[in-house]
C-alpha cells in the first residue's frame, strides 16, 4: 500500500511512492474504496500530479520516493479547485498564477479545457457571467512557473503594448545538461522558425528576431547545472534555443538537444516576474518557488 503523508490542505491527498510501478495501478491501490472507472477519470482530468507536474497517463512509470498529490473530490473540482495552478494574485485587472509542468496555458486543437486560459475563465464567471480573461503571455506547456493574465481589454491592452518598458524582471530557474563552466554571460542572436515550427539561431545578423539571454550558475556538477537566467527579449522558445547554443540543452527538452530526462519533466520554470500594473503603476514583483529537484539534481 502506498505510504500516505500528512495532508498539507483539504483539497489534496498526499502518497509517497514506495517501490517502482505505473501510475494507474499506484492509484487503484492509493484509494481502494473507489472504482477502476472512477480512478481512471480522476487521472483523466487532470487531477494528479507525479513530484510537480500534473500527469495524465495510466502507465507512467513511478519511482520510489516520488510524491503524488490528488486533487480530493468532484466537488473540489466542480467549486473551486483549479487543477494544476495555483492563483497568487488577483484584482479587478489583474490574475497572477503559478503554473504546474504539464498544463498548457490556452487553448490548441487537441485540448480545450484543460487549460490555465479556461480554468481562469470558469473562475471569473462565477462572480458573473460576463467576465473575461485576457492572455497576455504566454508559458510552454512543460515549463512551470509565474504567468499574467488580464481581466479587461484595456489592462490586456496595456500591458501588451508598454510590455518592454513595464516589465522589470523575467527570471527563469534552467536546470541544464553538463558543468556550464563560464560562472556568467549572455547569448545574442536572431531567432527564426523553421517549416517544422523548430526555432533556431540564424547565423546571419539582423536576419529574424534579435533575442538576448542572460545568466548565471547557481550550482553545478558534472552532469547538471542550475542557472539563474533573465530575458531581455522574450522571444518563443528563446531560452530553449540558447541554451542549445551554448552547449547545455535544458534538461527533458528533446526538440532542443536534451538527451536525458532525469526529473521526468522540462528543466525551466518561470521563478520570477515583475512589472508596473496596467491601471496604478504600482511596481508588483511575485514569485513562484524553483522546484526542489532542480536543486537535488545540480548539487
Known amino acids: 500500500m502506498p505510504k500516505k503523508q500528512p495532508s498539507r490542505d ?12 505505473e501510475l494507474l495501478p499506484f492509484l487503484l491501490e492509493a484509494m481502494p474504496n473507489r472504482s477502476r472507472n472512477s480512478v481512471k477519470s480522476i487521472l483523466t482530468r487532470g487531477q494528479v500530479t507525479v513530484d510537480d507536474h500534473i500527469e495524465t497517463k495510466h502507465n507512467y512509470p513511478l519511482y520510489s520516493g ?35 509542468a504539464g498544463l498548457l496555458s490556452i487553448a490548441t486543437q487537441k485540448e480545450k479545457k484543460q487549460t490555465a486560459h479556461h480554468q481562469l ?7 458573473d457571467p460576463l467576465n473575461r480573461v485576457f492572455v497576455v503571455h504566454r508559458l510552454d506547456k512543460d515549463t512551470s512557473g509565474v504567468m499574467l493574465f ?3 481589454e484595456a489592462a490586456k491592452r496595456k500591458l501588451q503594448d508598454t510590455w ?31 517549416k517544422t515550427h523548430m526555432m533556431y539561431s ?19 556538477n558534472t552532469d547538471f547545472s542550475l542557472l539563474e537566467v533573465q530575458l531581455e527579449t522574450g522571444r518563443k522558445n528563446q531560452i530553449r534555443v540558447h541554451m542549445q547554443d551554448l552547449g547545455h540543452p535544458v534538461v527533458g527538452d528533446k526538440k532542443y538537444g536534451s538527451k536525458q530526462n532525469v526529473i521526468r519533466r522540462l528543466g525551466l520554470h518561470a521563478k520570477i516576474l515583475s512589472f508596473n500594473h496596467p491601471s496604478t503603476g504600482q511596481l508588483l514583483l511575485f514569485k513562484a518557488e524553483v522546484p526542489k529537484s532542480f536543486y537535488a539534481k545540480s548539487k
Open 150 to 152: 488580464a481581466k479587461n
Open 121 to 127: 475563465m470558469e473562475h471569473v464567471r462565477k462572480e
Open 202 to 220: 540564424s547565423p546571419v545578423k539582423n536576419d529574424g528576431q534579435h533575442a538576448i539571454t542572460h545568466y548565471k550558475v547557481v550550482q553545478s
Open 10 to 21: 483539504k483539497n489534496n491527498l498526499l502518497f509517497t511512492v514506495e517501490k517502482q510501478m
Open 66 to 100: 516520488q510524491t503524488i498529490k490528488i486533487l480530493k473530490n468532484k466537488a473540489a473540482v466542480k467549486e473551486s479547485a483549479l487543477i494544476g495552478m495555483t492563483i497568487l494574485y488577483e484584482d479587478e485587472d489583474i490574475i497572477v498564477i503559478n503554473k504546474e
Open 164 to 194: 518592454k518598458k513595464s516589465v522589470k524582471e523575467r527570471t527563469y530557474a534552467a536546470l541544464v545538461e553538463g558543468k556550464v563552466e563560464k560562472q556568467k554571460g549572455y547569448i545574442s542572436s536572431w531567432l527564426k522558425e523553421s
